[in-house]
C-alpha cells in the first residue's frame, strides 16, 4: 500500500498551498543548486606531492662573481628607444 500526501486547506482555498509548495521547491531547488555548486569544484582541488630525487645546490654568490665573464663595453640590455612620429594635431 502507498502513502499519498493529499494537500488540506483549513480554509478551503488551494492557492495559497500550491504558494507554499512552490516557494518550498523553490528553496529546495536553491539549496540543491548551492551545494552542487560549492561541493562540485571542490572535488577537482587534489593535492598531489612528489618526492625528490635530488637537491640541487648553486655555489654562494660570491663564487659566481669570481667566475663571471666581463661584459663588452658596446653590449646593452636593452634596444635603443624609437619614438613614434606623431601628427600636429596629437603633439
Known sequence: ?????VPFS???????FSLRQSHTYLIVLAMA????GVS???AGQVLITREE???????PLRDLVKTAQPSEPG?????PLRLIPLSGEFK
Open 75 to 79: 653590449q646593452r640590455e636593452a634596444e
Open 40 to 42: 562540485l569544484p571542490v
Open 1 to 5: 500500500m502507498k502513502l499519498v500526501a
Open 10 to 16: 483549513p480554509s478551503g482555498c488551494s492557492s495559497s
Open 53 to 59: 630525487v635530488k637537491h640541487d645546490v648553486s655555489p
Open 33 to 36: 543548486a548551492l551545494f552542487f
